[in-house]
């Protein structure tokens, strides 16, 4: 089973840059497809990307498009979302999720989830 917990998140001006970071502790992260959701006050859960195992796949959410990027480090064990030319609409909870079977942009087909890092963009 993995344990997974994100950081990197904080308060960033409109057209700004972060780069979250998820750590795997308890199994190797290439393991797993990985995904990255998130939740805004008052709204679902939704998704943002996802890589496959192998890592020869990515999807990205319309919304995030050409700006947020998801990469995978062996070593150590990080999984990464950079996100570029942030807008409020950006602003939620991230979370990284884990699946070790299919990969998808379903938040069921994650089994393994973060607590969680906030994000707030200001216009």
């Known amino acids: 089973q993995v344990q997974l917990k994100e950081s990197g998140g904080g308060l960033v001006q409109a057209g700004g840059s972060l780069r979250l970071s998820c750590v795997a502790s308890g199994r190797a992260l290439r393991m797993y497809a990985m995904g990255w959701f998130r939740q805004a006050p008052g709204k679902e859960r939704e998704f943002v990307a996802a890589?496959?195992?192998?890592?020869?796949?990515?999807r990205y959410a319309d919304s995030v498009k050409a700006r947020f990027t998801i990469a995978r480090d062996n070593a150590p064990n990080t999984l990464y979302l950079q996100m570029n030319s942030m807008n409020p609409e950006d602003t939620a909870v991230y979370y990284c999720a884990a699946a070790p079977a299919a990969w998808g942009t379903m938040p069921i087909t994650y089994d393994y989830w973060g607590q969680g890092t906030k994000v707030t963009v200001s216009s």
């Open positions: 890589r496959s195992r192998d890592g020869g796949s990515t």
